[in-house]
């Protein structure tokens, strides 16, 4: 992961001593910012959404954390999709 060095994580944690929930945390948040209007930007699709977890699979994410992301994905879609539509 590209924090491999430490430098990202509190205590110098590296790779797989990140806590899991971290870990899980890290890939969902991002996926949520980058689909999300915010301020600052308009909300990217999912498919490029998609396409930048893929390419930080292994430096900036967990390769395990993302594969079970893309396991899901359906879910995921879902899950969003249905959120959306409950925003206020």
Avoid: W
Wanted: overall charge negative.
């Amino acid at each position: 992961m590209k924090n491999g060095d430490g430098t990202g994580y509190p205590k110098g944690l590296v790779n797989k001593t990140i806590p899991l929930f971290g870990r899980i945390c890290a890939l969902a948040d991002v996926f949520d910012a980058l689909t999300t209007r915010r301020p600052y930007k308009e909300a990217f699709s999912n498919e490029k959404s998609f396409k930048i977890l893929q390419e930080e699979s292994g430096t900036h994410f967990d390769p395990k954390i993302v594969e079970v992301f893309f396991d899901n994905v359906q879910e995921i879609v879902e899950t969003q999709e249905r959120d959306h539509d409950n925003e206020i």
